[in-house]
């Protein structure tokens, strides 16, 4: 018998953990937008979680844990919030990455191919990061239905979600349990694609 997940909010001590989980979900994004090495990005997203930096806050995490450990992260943002969480980031970024690269960041997140993230009826699925050792485990799939439920407490009977083209496996798992691709953006550098998917609950 496999033990129950336990699905909690986050708090700021919690930003070692929830940094890495940042970066995995984030993958190769997250060295194109901060211009860093690995392990600075690591650090860098663990004071901006520390603070409640907006985007990369606390506030709209959840940590989830098998037998008190936590082995995943959720970050989800209402759609219609998703310009005004990101505007909230920015006193953060320039506190905590130097003025200089906040901007360079800035300009890399304002040139991303692509439109909106998210549209106002969407709950918006920023960021899902299983630590590797638990991955195949089905945890994706509790925490989606986390997602859902979420979803539903704001009155939003859709949630959505971006995933990079390179990406099949979770593209395959959220394919598998309702979501469908609603756009696809294409960039000359193939990590930048990527699709949009939405699931109506």
């Given at each position: 018998m496999n033990p129950e997940l336990g699905i909690r909010e986050a708090v700021s001590s919690d930003a070692s953990f929830a940094a890495s989980m940042i970066c995995l979900s984030m993958g190769s994004l997250a060295?194109?937008?901060?211009?860093?090495?690995?392990?600075t990005i690591d650090k860098m997203i663990a004071k901006l979680f520390a603070r409640n930096a907006g985007r990369f806050g606390y506030d709209n995490a959840y940590i989830a844990e098998l037998e008190d450990k936590p082995v995943g992260l959720l970050i989800v943002v209402r759609g219609a919030d998703v310009n005004r969480l990101n505007l909230k980031t920015i006193p953060h970024l320039i506190a905590v990455l130097d003025?200089?690269?906040?901007?360079?960041?800035?300009?890399?997140?304002?040139?991303?191919?692509g439109g909106r993230e998210a549209e106002d009826d969407e709950?918006?699925?920023?960021?899902?990061?299983?630590?590797?050792?638990?991955?195949?485990?089905s945890l994706g799939s509790?925490?989606?239905?986390?997602?859902?439920?979420?979803?539903?407490?704001?009155?939003l009977?859709?949630?959505?979600?971006?995933?990079?083209?390179?990406?099949?496996?979770?593209?395959?798992?959220?394919?598998r349990i309702g979501y469908q691709i609603v756009e696809?953006?294409?960039?000359?550098?193939?990590h930048r694609g990527y699709y949009r998917m939405v699931k109506a609950l």
């Open positions: 060295d194109r937008l901060f211009a860093q090495k690995a392990e003025f200089t690269k906040a901007i360079g960041f800035i300009w890399r997140a304002v040139t991303l191919p709950l918006y699925i920023a960021n899902l990061g299983i630590i590797p050792s638990m991955q195949g485990r509790q925490i989606l239905v986390y997602a859902e439920e979420l979803a539903r407490k704001y009155n009977m859709k949630c959505s979600l971006i995933v990079g083209w390179h990406n099949t496996g979770a593209r395959r798992l959220y394919e696809t953006v294409q960039d000359e550098i193939e």
